[in-house]
Every structure is written in C-alpha cells, then in structure tokens.
C-alpha cells in the first residue's frame, strides 16, 4: 500500500504516521486502514489537492479525528472540502469550531456573533450538537449572510468586529470564508455522492496498482532468492 501511494506523492513518512493514527487512536484493523489511506488518495484527485498534502493534514488532523472515530474519514473530507472551498488553512477552521465544543465557549463566542449580528441568527446548542468542524464552519457563515451583511458593504470597523465576533483570525480570513459560502463552492448532497463514488473508484484503481507490485514482487522473490544463494556460496 506505501508503494502504491508513494506513486501518486504519498511520502512513507506520511503514511506511517497516518497508519499509527488509524490503527491506535481511531481503532482500524490493518485492512481497514489501506482501503481507508487509498480512498483518501483518491478523493485528493477529486478535489484537485495532492493526495501526499491529503496525507499530511489528515495527519495534523488526528487530535480532532479521533473525537469522531467511526466516522473520522467522512468528517475528514468534509472538512478538506471546506479547505478547498474557501482557502481559509485547515489549523484556523479547527481552532474557530473547536471553540464550540464546550456550552461555555459556544455561549459566549454565539452571544457576541449574534449581537454584532444584531439578531439571533445562530444558536449554541446547534452549533454545538453539529460536532463536525465543517458543518459548523458553514453554520458561522450562514448566519453572517442571513443577517443581510456583506462584506463588500461592511464599514472598515463592522469588518473587524465581526471578524472578531465570529472567531475568525482576521478580516482577511473571514473574507476568504464568506466568500466561497457566497459563490456556492460547497458541495450539494448529489454532488458530494458523486465525488464519493468518483473516489471509490479511484481508489480501487490505486488498489489495483497496489494488487499489481505485490505480484511483481511474488514472481521477483525466487530469483532474489536465487541470486542471493549464489552470493553465499562464494
């Protein structure tokens, strides 16, 4: 599987480390975690990004994936398509949603959002039920369009205060987000099943390659076998 991978960009560093994530902290057999690295591979062609940058934010994403366990892949992608969506950097959208896993920070970060907003437009527990990061990414945003603001139209001060209000790093950072809600760049669910059924072929392609080297090995193997018999002799 690391041979097949290194083929599309995948380092073995990469690998190894996302193999110790599955296998220990998310709790996959072996198995499961080939098909899994091969489906991520190909869902990296899908959304035009390297599978070997897939490999390594799904590395840094780890402490946040192993919240969701079962469905940490699903959770994965959702959030790298929000990556790709807006260009707002996968560590800025964990720390922003992050703040919503506590009733605490979700009240306060809500409460001042909602009074810039000048409504109540988002609600912390569904923020906070909505566990996955993208979905609440998208729910933050929603709830700036909803208010009627745009950031075209926004004062230099209305930019900052939101900004701040949403948890956002900066304006640069909230205009990144507004603006791939704005243009529509989320996937819709017809979408989003295509791309999965676009991946899951791609990754049995990889499969196939993997399925390939190991056959080119098996038949190596004897004359390896052969050659080496032939050095010790000597």
């Given amino acids: ?11 073995g560093q990469a690998f ?7 296998t220990r902290t998310l709790r ?15 869902f990296a062609k899908d959304i035009r990004m390297a599978p070997g940058e897939i490999a390594e934010q799904f590395s840094k994403a780890g402490p946040v994936m192993a919240k969701f366990t079962a469905n940490a892949e699903s959770k994965f992608r959702e959030l790298m398509m929000t990556v790709k969506n807006t260009g707002v950097e996968m560590d800025s959208i964990l720390a ?10 979700a009240s306060q970060q809500v409460g ?11 609600n912390a527990l569904e923020l906070m039920e909505a566990e996955s990061p993208a979905e609440r990414f998208d729910m933050i945003t929603d709830a700036i ?8 139209t926004m004062s230099y001060y209305e930019k900052i205060a939101v900004a701040n209000a949403a948890g956002f790093k900066d304006v640069e950072e909230m205009s990144k987000a507004l603006s791939g809600s704005v243009n529509g760049l989320s996937m819709s669910n017809a979408r989003n099943a295509a791309s999965m059924e676009a991946t899951e072929k791609r990754g049995q392609a990889l499969l196939t390659i993997k399925e390939k080297i190991a056959a080119i090995v098996t ?10 018999d032939g050095i010790n002799v000597f």
């Fill in 219 to 228: 038949r190596l193997t004897p004359l390896f076998l052969k050659v080496t």
């Fill in 28 to 42: 996959l057999t072996t198995r499961q975690v080939e098909a899994q690295q091969l489906r991520l591979a190909a």
């Fill in 1 to 11: 599987t690391a041979s097949a991978l290194k083929l599309v960009g995948v380092s």
């Fill in 145 to 152: 369009h909803n208010s009627g603001m745009a950031f075209e």
């Fill in 112 to 122: 001042k959002l909602n009074a810039m907003l000048g409504g109540d437009f988002i």
């Fill in 96 to 105: 922003l949603t992050s703040k919503f896993d506590t009733f605490e920070g």
């Fill in 16 to 22: 190894a480390r996302n193999v110790e994530l599955s």
